[in-house]
């Protein structure tokens, strides 16, 4: 084996065995629910970020092996919490019992990008946001799930009931949890994802409606902690649909295995620093201006781009608001900062109006060799944006390439600033921070499905007053 440092060869172990291990199994019957695999934080408090590649046969004819992006936008409070493609409300939160509220989105659909023969000429069959309520009872034996979820969003109009099971195995820095679930769906459902309505029959695709029917899903996921806060996950699962479903003339046979792939960093608990009578709540203000179509991310923050747009520009003015989770990781000057922010969007009459709301986590640095004279920070915040309407520059780039735009995408947040109180030499403004950033939505270069498989996003230039209170 190469001579790699100690970190990168337990990496490599660790990845190998995990994979290795879950890989080597017998195929199962699961499906496209992440939650098994997403629910990974314990702490209450806790937040994380991370991503998992979801390799799987697509259930349509044709249509080959799909690959999926999942971001991984991870927190677990005492009454919130986000895991991914869902987020809610815990109703009730005990040992054995948990009951929550929440929305998820449905990573179900035709491809974007190429459709295959079997899907030419149909309507597309798009991504759903459901509200759902799910009951939890833990038990030493394992967890039952019961689950009813209805869409909101007026795409396929149905409803889905899942009833699960999962079981925890802990060893060291290892947990494996396999997991079954039944799912009930009724014939809305099934008939907008793998239905066949008369106006798109043709000879060889007739008219089908495959009704109500029952999904069965298997699974087995898995994580290995690499250290006290990076996890290295994986997962094998495959999904049997029912067999009304695969007579349907789009729908390829037999069961559909499915591989995950990824990572996540926790950044523990933020309560022990949000309990300290010196932890700081950060306030921030901001004002910025789109940049021209091509001045992408990575030209602005190597200041080869840096010009605002002329033509069509809109701006917009934001505030965020944000608690320490973590201060000096290791004994350097590194922060982890969690933020909420809430941005306008001033489109200048090129479209209604809108708001985006911001959650995200950020790292700053303020070790540089002068800031003990004029403290300077260098920060980047990762998270989730979700907008009102997805913003001018982003909707009328895609609309000249025929793609449709997102509303959530997401977002990373640059930034560069120093001290004003040490710049005017007047020490009670020393926290008092004036900068610039970079307010970026993107859709990872159109990979997930999460983010609607957007290539793209938008870039605002903006300047910033933040002061810690």
């Known amino acids: 084996?190469?001579?790699?440092?100690?970190?990168?060869?337990?990496?490599?172990?660790?990845?190998?065995?995990?994979?290795?291990?879950?890989?080597?199994?017998?195929?199962?019957?699961?499906?496209?629910?992440?939650?098994?695999?997403?629910?990974?934080?314990?702490?209450?408090?806790?937040?994380?970020?991370?991503?998992?590649?979801?390799?799987?046969?697509?259930?349509?004819?044709?249509?080959g092996t799909r690959y999926d992006l999942l971001p991984l936008y991870l927190y677990e409070g005492e009454r919130l919490f986000l895991h991914a493609n869902r987020g809610g409300v815990k109703l009730l939160n005990g040992t054995e019992q948990r009951l929550d509220l929440f929305v998820e989105q449905r990573l179900e659909?035709?491809?974007?990008?190429?459709?295959?023969?079997?899907?030419?000429?149909?309507?597309?069959?798009?991504?759903?946001?459901?509200?759902?309520?799910?009951?939890?009872?833990?038990?030493?034996?394992?967890?039952?799930?019961?689950?009813?979820?209805?869409?909101?969003?007026?795409?396929?109009?149905?409803?889905?009931?899942?009833?699960?099971?999962?079981?925890?195995?802990?060893?060291?820095?290892?947990?494996?949890?396999?997991?079954?679930?039944?799912?009930?769906?009724?014939?809305?459902?099934?008939?907008?994802?793998?239905?066949?309505?008369?106006?798109?029959?043709?000879?060889?695709?007739?008219?089908?409606?495959?009704?109500?029917?029952?999904?069965?899903?298997?699974?087995?996921?898995?994580?290995?902690?690499?250290?006290?806060?990076?996890?290295?996950?994986?997962?094998?699962?495959?999904?049997?649909?029912?067999?009304?479903?695969?007579?349907?003339?789009?729908?390829?046979?037999?069961?559909?295995?499915?591989?995950?792939?990824?990572?996540?960093?926790?950044?523990?608990?933020?309560?022990?620093?949000?309990?300290?009578?010196?932890?700081?709540?950060?306030?921030?203000?901001?004002?910025?201006?789109?940049?021209?179509?091509?001045?992408?991310?990575?030209?602005?923050?190597?200041?080869?781009?840096?010009?605002?747009?002329?033509?069509?520009?809109?701006?917009?003015?934001?505030?965020q608001v944000g608690k320490p989770f973590l201060n000096n990781v290791n004994g350097w000057p590194l922060d982890f900062i969690g933020y909420v922010g809430l941005t306008h969007h001033n489109e200048r009459g090129l479209q209604a109006n809108g708001v985006q709301l911001d959650l995200f986590m950020k790292a700053v640095y303020s070790g540089f060799p002068w800031s003990d004279r004029v403290k300077t920070r260098l920060g980047l915040g990762v998270g989730v944006s979700m907008a009102q309407r997805a913003p001018y520059i982003e909707s009328s780039s895609l609309a000249a390439n025929g793609k449709s735009a997102s509303r959530m995408l997401n977002y990373l947040d640059p930034t560069i600033d120093v001290s004003l109180g040490d710049l005017i030499g007047y020490r009670p403004l020393k926290e008092t921070y004036i900068g610039f950033g970079v307010s970026h939505r993107s859709g990872i270069f159109g990979s997930s499905r999460l983010l609607g498989n957007v290539n793209g996003g938008s870039n605002y230039i903006y300047t910033y007053v933040e002061s810690a209170l």
Not at 116 to 145: E, F, K, V
Request: a positive charge; charged letters at 20%; proline letters at 7%.
């Open 1 to 63: 084996m190469m001579n790699l440092p100690f970190p990168s060869r337990r990496l490599l172990v660790g990845a190998t065995l995990l994979l290795g291990g879950l890989c080597a199994l017998p195929p199962a019957l699961a499906g496209g629910n992440t939650e098994p695999l997403t629910d990974i934080l314990s702490t209450p408090g806790s937040a994380g970020l991370g991503f998992v590649t979801r390799i799987e046969r697509s259930p349509y004819k044709d249509a």
């Open 109 to 319: 659909g035709f491809p974007t990008e190429r459709l295959p023969a079997s899907l030419a000429g149909m309507s597309p069959r798009d991504s759903a946001i459901d509200l759902g309520l799910a009951y939890r009872w833990r038990q030493p034996w394992g967890t039952l799930q019961a689950e009813l979820v209805h869409d909101i969003g007026n795409t396929y109009k149905g409803n889905e009931f899942r009833l699960g099971y999962t079981y925890d195995w802990r060893s060291g820095p290892w947990m494996l949890r396999p997991n079954i679930t039944v799912s009930v769906r009724d014939a809305k459902l099934n008939n907008y994802y793998y239905g066949v309505q008369a106006s798109e029959a043709t000879a060889g695709r007739p008219a089908y409606a495959p009704g109500a029917g029952i999904q069965t899903s298997v699974g087995l996921y898995g994580s290995y902690d690499l250290t006290q806060r990076w996890r290295l996950l994986a997962g094998v699962s495959a999904t049997m649909l029912d067999s009304k479903t695969k007579d349907s003339p789009i729908v390829q046979k037999g069961v559909l295995p499915a591989v995950y792939l990824g990572a996540a960093y926790d950044f523990g608990g933020h309560k022990r620093e949000w309990a300290e009578d010196s932890s700081p709540t950060y306030f921030k203000l901001l004002y910025g201006k789109s940049t021209e179509d091509g001045c992408h991310l990575a030209k602005i923050i190597t200041a080869q781009c840096l010009s605002t747009a002329k033509t069509n520009a809109t701006s917009i003015t934001g505030i």
